[in-house]
């Protein structure tokens, strides 16, 4: 890192009240403040700062990292970039991956897009095509497969495995509010989404197209409680329909059904069988 922890820290916090307080846009950026949002993507990348931390069991949002992602918007301006021969207009321009390659990880062309203050850890993979944003943090090992979304400032952790066509939601405002956060170990199916700030704990098998997501309840049937927001570690979780306090309607029969997530023990088979792809990362 450039500057100190703290020193970036403080930084960002006098910039952001700077803008907040006087309107600071990008036509009145200085030198140094441009050199403090681009020394906080560095820092990003480094995986040095993150959008969230878990303490004490909890996952917070770490809300100064926050507000240096919205400055890396409030205070850039939108101009036409070149990438493959292509051109397209943002604020940001892609991430630098030469030092993915240093690292074992791999990252597959043609579709793979990995935006500036995203962090990938080691031996990771990324197949085309997938999208990684800022304040994502990807961590070493895991498996970014085919269509799959990693949200603004979302935390995946260790030898996660995300399924082909998986959305990871971003969570950017409000600053105080935690981002999608998936553990170590875990393994989610094809087409499940995770929204909303939910949590998945770690070395837990979620079944393909499950929807995760605070509102949702998970019936959780190892502790017998339902539970809202997150995924207790080490659970075999899908998607089934549980009957909904409308019941019967004048206007169609059978009553009405809402979707629910039910976590059971994770059995053995379950987890030798989320396994098998370790081969790849050979």
């Keep these: 890192m450039s500057r100190s922890y703290d020193a970036l820290e403080a930084d960002v916090e006098d910039l952001w009240e700077r803008v907040q307080t006087d309107g600071l846009g990008p036509a009145d950026l200085d030198p140094a403040d441009a050199d403090t949002i681009d020394a906080f993507l560095e820092a990003l990348e480094a995986g040095e700062v993150r959008a969230a931390e878990k303490d004490a069991g909890e996952w917070e949002a770490?809300?100064?990292v926050k507000r240096g992602v919205l400055l890396n918007f409030s205070l850039r301006e939108t101009q036409p970039r070149e990438y493959g021969g292509v051109t397209y207009h943002d604020?940001?321009?892609l991430?630098?991956?030469?030092?993915l390659g240093e690292r074992g990880t791999r990252n597959t062309p043609d579709g793979t897009t990995i935006r500036r203050g995203a962090y990938v850890g080691s031996d990771a993979i990324l197949m085309s095509p997938a999208f990684v944003n800022i304040g994502a943090h990807v961590g070493d090992g895991t498996l970014v497969d085919s269509c799959d979304t990693v949200g603004s400032c979302a935390q995946i952790g260790d030898d996660v495995k995300l399924g082909a066509n998986t959305l990871i939601g971003g969570v950017l405002e409000p600053v105080e509010d935690a981002p999608v956060v998936v553990e170590d170990g875990v393994s989610l199916g094809a087409g499940c989404r995770v929204t909303?700030?939910?949590v998945v704990g770690e070395n837990s098998v979620v079944g393909e197209n499950t929807l995760l997501t605070p509102r949702i309840p998970v019936y959780d049937l190892v502790e017998e409680e339902v539970i809202y927001g997150h995924l207790p570690p080490e659970r075999r979780a899908f998607t089934r329909f549980v009957e909904s306090s409308i019941g019967e309607h004048d206007l169609f029969d059978g009553g009405a059904y809402k979707p629910a997530v039910v976590a059971t023990d994770l059995e053995a088979s379950t987890l030798e069988a989320s396994q098998r792809e370790e081969?790849?990362?050979e």
Excluded at 95 to 99: C, F, G, H, P, V
């Design 62 to 64: 770490v809300e100064w």
């Design 91 to 93: 604020v940001l321009p």
């Design 95 to 99: 991430r630098d991956t030469a030092d």
């Design 196 to 198: 909303s700030g939910f």
């Design 279 to 281: 081969a790849l990362r």
